[in-house]
């Protein structure tokens, strides 16, 4: 299958938490929006998004209050888990789901809450390193395999899984990143490349609308293909999205540019961005396809709250 022959999919991010009732009732209405993933963030720390839920335990409750929703992590901060642990609770939360889980990673990135566990905060080039480590040796135990791994991070003996994940070979691995080192990782290793606008350096992410232009994208691509080789035709390529479904497309422009403090760019060159979509649902559908034939991009993700907005989108093409 060819980038431009992959179905568009999308997920939302977690950030609605209301009470555990109204939390359950907000899953089915993810579910029922045909909104194909629910992916959790990994952080103790409130950071920038604020309070989150446990990454592991809401993706298996996702699973056990859904039938057809997928459930992801977006992204698994490595330094937090042992990988040993963490392919078990993978393929724990794979089998009782049915097939239903989407393993994202990432090297970490948030030093406050390294800080507040009592975790050394190591350079990016050495948590990136471990991350490669830990990929390879997720990925092994997810597919069945016995796991020995001697390398500068880890030591594996013997490493066996006591329950198989259902999906085969393995559930897919997403590594998203916004720099050349973890595009690279990506490209060697991941089932869904996750691109993401620029690296996050900082304790918060950065929102330059230069990272999110089309000459950015076809860069950040290129990182990618040259790491991949011949699997690049198999990646599945996601990111981060804005959804505006609007009748008045210039005023909601102007007012999203307000919003981000973006200076220096016109309406235009915001439609051109390949991860904002704004405009009438038909808009954005076509804008969509044409962005999935020009780049590749078939899985865009965006905040569960602006699940409305999402939605509308996916009953339009429902109905097309």
């Not at 990432?106 to 990929?135: C, H, K, N, S």
């Not at 390398?151 to 070979?169: C, E, K, M, N």
């Amino acid at each position: 299958m060819t980038a431009t022959e992959r179905r568009l999919r999308f997920g939302v991010v977690n950030e609605v938490i209301p009470g555990r009732d109204g939390w359950i009732d907000h899953v089915h209405q993810a579910e029922d929006s045909g909104v194909d993933t629910l992916l959790i963030r990994d952080h103790i720390a409130p950071g920038p998004f604020g309070p989150q839920l446990a990454p592991l335990a809401t993706a298996s409750a996702v699973a056990a209050h859904s039938t057809r929703l997928r459930v992801g992590t977006m992204v698994l901060s490595n330094d937090y888990r042992n990988p040993v642990l963490l392919a078990h609770e993978a393929a724990t939360i794979d089998w009782l789901s049915g097939g239903r889980l989407e393993l994202g990673l990432g090297a970490g990135w948030l030093r406050d809450e390294y800080r507040q566990m009592g975790m050394a905060f190591d350079p990016a080039g050495t948590r990136i390193a471990r991350l490669e480590e830990a990929v390879g040796v997720i990925a092994g135990l997810l597919a069945g395999q016995t796991v020995t791994f001697r390398g500068a991070h880890y030591a594996i003996d013997s490493a066996t899984l006591p329950v198989a994940a259902a999906q085969r070979p393995r559930p897919p691995l997403m590594i998203g990143g916004g720099g050349p080192k973890m595009l690279a990782l990506a490209g060697r290793h991941a089932d869904i490349a996750g691109i993401l606008p620029a690296p996050i350096r900082g304790d918060e992410d950065s929102d330059d609308s230069a990272d999110r232009s089309p000459a950015a994208l076809e860069a950040k691509l290129a990182v990618l293909r040259d790491a991949a080789g011949e699997r690049f035709a198999e990646l599945e390529i996601s990111t981060f999205a804005t959804f505006r479904v609007t009748s008045q497309r210039r005023h909601d422009t102007e007012d999203l540019i307000r919003q981000r403090g973006w200076q220096g760019i016109d309406c235009e060159q915001v439609w051109a961005m390949p991860m904002v979509f704004i405009g009438s649902a038909g808009q954005i559908w076509h804008d969509l396809r044409d962005r999935r034939r020009r780049y590749g991009l078939s899985y865009y993700v965006t905040s569960d709250r602006d699940l409305e907005q999402l939605a509308q989108v996916i009953a339009h093409a429902g109905a097309g």
